[in-house]
């Protein structure tokens, strides 16, 4: 492989992660917000959230790329940017796990710590902000980090829907005109190995780590 | 809102869906079957092996979770009839899926492994069970039927990203769909459908696991009870 076409696949890698990156923030905040309504007193809110992890869990992402990318034809837009229609999609799906992920945790704290801080006065807003959520980061932190390698590893549908130039979308152009699939996907899995591998043993270590607090 | 649907001519389509989500159904079933025993294998491997098998299959699990599926896929679908062996496109994608989906279910039957408690294998021995009775019944498939939730989880999952395959050529659902939007230039309508087809898979997959957990798992549990 000559340096050019390394320099291609570099640059894919570096659009897989501004778009993991951008993921990440979107779907981190809309995640919380579903986790939030997932536990809510209202029941309507509870419902609403559940149906819509339901609906995004039970469909591939391919479907939802689709559905991003075709979707702003309703608004009368005829083309979106390939970045946007990626992000928003992989944001409505990460968005739905992670709100799994934290609803899970949320609730794992211990439920004697709401009332001893409803016992000290604190409204639900300032019960939650102050006294649950601290403690639910805790133990969201190694899956949350887990779930970034999911992520990064989904840009890669991008590339067969919306053309978004990432790793794989680049591997498979340069593929597409020599025919070296093993040198050019074994770089771009390597590549991605690169990215992901450093995020799960740090997921791992915060694990082992943490535990060893709680204990 | 200038765009008007038009659902009719998509749904005219339907035996092509029909076909497409069996397809998946079937893709779904074989991988989950033959991937469920690689990770198995795997997961005894990894927590009881010797040491160079277990550094083998870490390196395989590490190497299978961090990096995705579509590039495993042309790695080997591509890379394959390059150097001259070609398979049948089923039987290409499909290995890639247990390829894939065996490294999962490795990691998970391993902390399904990992949690069984250590005075249980010491009460098994002092009832006087051979080692092999001790694997089986005390660990295998208490450590299996204890990750249930997850690995059914996983195997939803498996069934969604069969899509992928469809980018090497597969039939399945969404491949057939390509070839909808193909005909009708009804992309938007194609995706809704799809949409909702796939949500009803997995809710048909999620049952199948259910009833397979209340007959392996319930019927062991009463049988249990009676001897």
């Not at chain 1, 790329?65 to 946007?84: H, I, K, Q």
């Not at chain 1, 805790?138 to 989904?154: D, L």
């Not at chain 2, 065996?102 to 391993?110: F, L, Q």
């Not at chain 2, 949500?199 to 009676?226: E, I, M, N, P, Y």
Request: aromatic share 12%.
């Amino acid at each position: 492989m000559n340096p050019q076409q390394f320099d291609y696949l570099l640059q894919g890698a570096w659009g897989t992660v501004v778009l993991s990156c951008l993921t990440f923030v979107f779907a981190g905040l809309l995640g919380l917000l579903v986790a939030l309504s997932r536990i809510s007193p209202v029941r309507a809110v509870r419902g609403a959230a559940s149906l819509y992890i339901q609906s995004i869990q039970g469909t591939p992402l391919l479907v939802l790329m689709g559905v991003c990318f075709y979707g702003p034809n309703l608004l009368g837009m005829t083309s979106v940017p390939a970045l946007f229609a990626a992000t928003l999609a992989l944001t409505i799906q990460s968005s739905a796990y992670f709100g799994e992920i934290w609803r899970g945790c949320l609730q794992s704290v211990a439920k004697n710590q709401w009332e001893a801080a409803e016992c000290l006065g604190l409204s639900r807003l300032q019960r939650m902000v102050k006294v649950i959520l601290p403690q639910a980061m805790r133990i969201a932190t190694p899956p949350t980090v887990g779930f970034m390698v999911q992520i990064v590893k989904n840009t890669s549908i991008a590339s067969l829907v919306i053309g978004y130039a990432e790793l794989s979308y680049n591997a498979k152009i340069l593929n597409n005109s020599t025919f070296e699939p093993f040198l050019y996907f074994g770089c771009a899995a390597v590549l991605y190995f690169v990215i992901c591998y450093p995020l799960s043993r740090w997921s791992r270590k915060l694990e082992r780590r943490l535990n060893v607090a709680h204990s | 809102m200038s765009y008007e649907f038009d659902f009719q001519s998509v749904l005219a389509y339907w035996p092509m869906f029909l076909s497409g989500a069996w397809t998946t159904l079937q893709m779904s079933f074989w991988a989950t079957l033959v991937g469920f025993v690689l990770g198995v294998l795997c997961a005894v491997a990894r927590t009881g092996g010797p040491l160079w098998l277990r550094k083998v299959v870490g390196a395989y699990v590490e190497v299978i979770r961090n990096t995705p599926l579509l590039i495993q896929s042309y790695f080997l679908i591509f890379g394959m009839s390059n150097i001259g062996i070609r398979m049948p496109i089923m039987a290409g994608a499909i290995l890639a899926l247990v390829i894939n989906i065996g490294a999962y279910t490795c990691e998970i039957v391993r902390a399904g492994i990992e949690s069984i408690h250590k005075g249980q294998l010491e009460a098994a021995e002092c009832l006087g069970l051979s080692p092999a009775q001790v694997y089986w019944h005390i660990i295998l498939r208490p450590a299996v039927e204890r990750v249930y939730p997850a690995l059914t989880s996983q195997y939803v999952l498996l069934m969604l990203v069969t899509s992928i395959l469809s980018a090497v050529g597969a039939n399945e659902l969404f491949g057939v769909s390509n070839q909808v939007q193909a005909n009708t230039f009804r992309n938007f309508e194609v995706f809704i459908v799809l949409w909702v087809v796939y949500l009803a898979l997995s809710v048909l997959v999620r049952a199948v696991f259910w009833l397979v957990a209340q007959c392996v798992f319930v019927r062991r549990r009463k049988l249990g009870t009676s001897l």
